[in-house]
Every structure is written in structure tokens, then in C-alpha cells.
């Protein structure tokens, strides 16, 4: 019996496939690898090259694989680009998920676990979120996790699907022996831009507003580290294998820290003065991001390990230090 991860090529996805290969579980990975690398994907995992969009593809796949769980990446996930092309998040997210679940429903595979977002609540009501806090997206990208939930309920309501959606908060850091790590392209994630200068390729970093309602006026959020993400899957997956109610699951480490804070912990970890220059809010920035996630550790018996920040950025150094070009050396 076999694990399949959607979206294994990517950012979560690689590090998820790797710890269930750690773990000792068969892993099958299929991505489309339109943003994710093969060379992210473990060698001990079988790997398909396909779009969850494409039916024959995901067909094949269930018929070849005996799979018994699916974890589901495959998405698209940046946020400035979900305003400006919306049309391509419905496309990806909500028509592939459909894709999937049809041919899953078709094969008899019930069981599923999925990447949702704190971007499905918005401007948050108060912090700690807790989950049965008022959801109201304020970007696309949002709004398609939003629905992807929604989707799987209803599917689950009329053929038995049963499944766990897990909303992360800020991801970050690298495989600890720096084995894979973040490579996006573009990026726009806080922490690979902040180690971005240290590393010459950019001469400084950029603060996206200093007069939000916080005590340095910089914007709060919850980093976590993508290890520990990668164990809540396998955690959310063998819950449902035990019989697990469909549930939905914050994933942070309940401490915040503000843009300068990161700032001055990149400093110490890298040893380099990293210049930072103030300039306006970045458009649909929550002032503070921080999660509750007492039901995760209660119901699937989370424990974050690496949930400093120095570790956090020093995993993602290491990272960045030993790939300076991400994944292309691999290529070549
Ligand atoms: N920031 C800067 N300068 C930069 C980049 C980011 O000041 O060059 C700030 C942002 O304004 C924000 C914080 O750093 O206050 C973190 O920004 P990121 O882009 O790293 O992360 P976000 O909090 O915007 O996004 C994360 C996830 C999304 C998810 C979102 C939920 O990456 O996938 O949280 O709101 F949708």
C-alpha cells in the first residue's frame, strides 16, 4: 500500500515526500513540475511527471499504484499573483482538486489530506486563530483553498471521502542537512529574501510598512518550520487511516515575530549587517498572523520540534549557502 503526494515536487510537498520515505512508507509523487524540481523528489520515491488537471493522467495513476492515502500539494500558492490572475487559481486549484476527487471517488481512494492557508481567514478577529474563527479571504488564493475545503466536505457528504485539511501559517527553513529546501521563482516569502542579501543578490531588504498596530509597526506572523509541517501530514493521514472525523487544523507554532525581528535574527545567524529599507504596506497584509494550534498537538498529537526561530533560519541558511542557484546546479 502506497502514499501518493500531489504537488511532491514542491516546497512542502518534497520535504513531506522525504520524511513519509524516512518514515519507511512506499511513496508515489506526481507533479507537473510547472513550479516544483525533480531533483526535490526522494530517490526512493516513484515519481510521475503529470497535471492533476488531466483526468487519463490521475487515472493511471490509481490504477497502476495501489494507493491507499493521497496527500495533496498540487496548487498554486502566491498571493499577489491570485489577484492579478485569478482565472488560473480557480483553474488549478479548484478544477484540478475536482479532477482528483472524481477519478478518487471512481477508484474507491477515501482518504485525503490537504494544504489549506491562514489566508483563509483574512483580517483575523483576534489572535491566537482558532479554527472555528470566521473564515473571509481577502485574496484569490484564499478563496480557493476556502473552496477546496468546501469541495471535499460535499464530497464527502455523497461519497464517503474522508479528509483533513491543514492550515498552515507561515512556512519556512530547509531539510536540516540541507538536502532540499525553498526555491521558488519568483520569491516573495520574507525569510529567502532576507538571506538574499547576505548571499549578494540583492543589496537590501525591503519592509513592507512600519505603522501597523504593533509594537514595532512591522507586520506579525507565525513561522513554521516546514519539517514540522511535513510530520503533521503524515500525523493528519494516519489519523484518518485510524478512523479520523474529517477535520480542519491550524498549523503554527503560536509565537509571532515582526518583520524586524526576523530581520535581526537573520543577522545574528548569517553574521552580516543585511540593510533594510522601509517602504510602503504591501497591499492585503494582516497586521498579525498567529495561530492556535492546540487542536493539532490535542487530536493528532503535533509536536513542532524545530519551533525556534534561530533554528528556523538556520536550517533555511544552510539551505541557501549550499544551493546558492536553488535546484539549477542539480539540473545541469
Ligand atoms: N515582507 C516584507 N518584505 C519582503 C517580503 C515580505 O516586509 O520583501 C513582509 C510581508 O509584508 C509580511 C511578512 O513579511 O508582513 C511575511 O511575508 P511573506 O510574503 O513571507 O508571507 P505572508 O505572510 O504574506 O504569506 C504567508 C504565506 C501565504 C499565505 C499567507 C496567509 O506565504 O501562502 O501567509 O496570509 F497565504
New binding site residues.
Given amino acids: 500500500m502506497s502514499i501518493l503526494v500531489l504537488g511532491g515536487a514542491g516546497y512542502i510537498g518534497s520535504h513531506t515526500a522525504l520524511a513519509l520515505v524516512k518514515a519507511g512508507r512506499d511513496v508515489v509523487v506526481a507533479d507537473n513540475l510547472e513550479t516544483g524540481f525533480r531533483a526535490a523528489v526522494p530517490d526512493a520515491a516513484r515519481f510521475y511527471e503529470g497535471d492533476i488537471r488531466d483526468r487519463a493522467f490521475v487515472d493511471r495513476l490509481l490504477e497502476q499504484e495501489n494507493i491507499d492515502g493521497v496527500i495533496h500539494f498540487a496548487a498554486n500558492?502566491?498571493?499577489g499573483e491570485s489577484m492579478v490572475k485569478p482565472l488560473k487559481y480557480y483553474d488549478n486549484n479548484l478544477c484540478g482538486t475536482k479532477t482528483l476527487l472524481e477519478s478518487m471517488v471512481a477508484h474507491g481512494v477515501d482518504k485525503i489530506v490537504f494544504s489549506s492557508?491562514?489566508?483563509t481567514y483574512g483580517e483575523p478577529e483576534r489572535v491566537p486563530i482558532l479554527e472555528t474563527d470566521r473564515t473571509c479571504p481577502t485574496?484569490c488564493?484564499?478563496e480557493t483553498k476556502l473552496a477546496m475545503e468546501h469541495m471535499m466536505k460535499w464530497v464527502s457528504a455523497a461519497h464517503g471521502l474522508h479528509f483533513v485539511a491543514l492550515r498552515?501559517?507561515?512556512?519556512c527553513g530547509a531539510e536540516p542537512d540541507a538536502s532540499i529546501g525553498e526555491a521558488h521563482n519568483p520569491e516573495?516569502?520574507?525569510?529567502p529574501?532576507?538571506l538574499q542579501v547576505p548571499q549578494g543578490k540583492r543589496s537590501h531588504?525591503?519592509?513592507?510598512?512600519k505603522d501597523y498596530p504593533t509594537p514595532d509597526g512591522?507586520?506579525i506572523?507565525d513561522y513554521i518550520h516546514v519539517c514540522d509541517l511535513a510530520q503533521a501530514h503524515i500525523l493528519a493521514l494516519d489519523y484518518l487511516m485510524q478512523g479520523g472525523q474529517n477535520d480542519v487544523f491550524n498549523l503554527g507554532n503560536g509565537v509571532g515575530f515582526s518583520?524586524l525581528e526576523?530581520l535581526e535574527e537573520a543577522r545574528r545567524v548569517t553574521g552580516h549587517p543585511i540593510p533594510a529599507k522601509i517602504e510602503d504596506?504591501?497591499a492585503g497584509?494582516?497586521a498579525q498572523?498567529i495561530a492556535s494550534s492546540d487542536k493539532a498537538k490535542t487530536v493528532l498529537g503535533w509536536k513542532p520540534e524545530y519551533d525556534s526561530l534561530q533554528t528556523i533560519i538556520e536550517t533555511a541558511w544552510a539551505w541557501h549557502q549550499s544551493h546558492p542557484t536553488g535546484y539549477e546546479q542539480e539540473r545541469g
Fill in positions: 500558492s502566491q498571493v492557508t491562514a489566508a485574496n488564493y484564499g498552515y501559517f507561515n512556512a516573495t516569502h520574507l525569510i529574501l532576507i531588504i525591503s519592509v513592507f510598512g512591522t507586520c506572523r518583520v526576523v504596506r504591501r497584509d494582516p498572523l
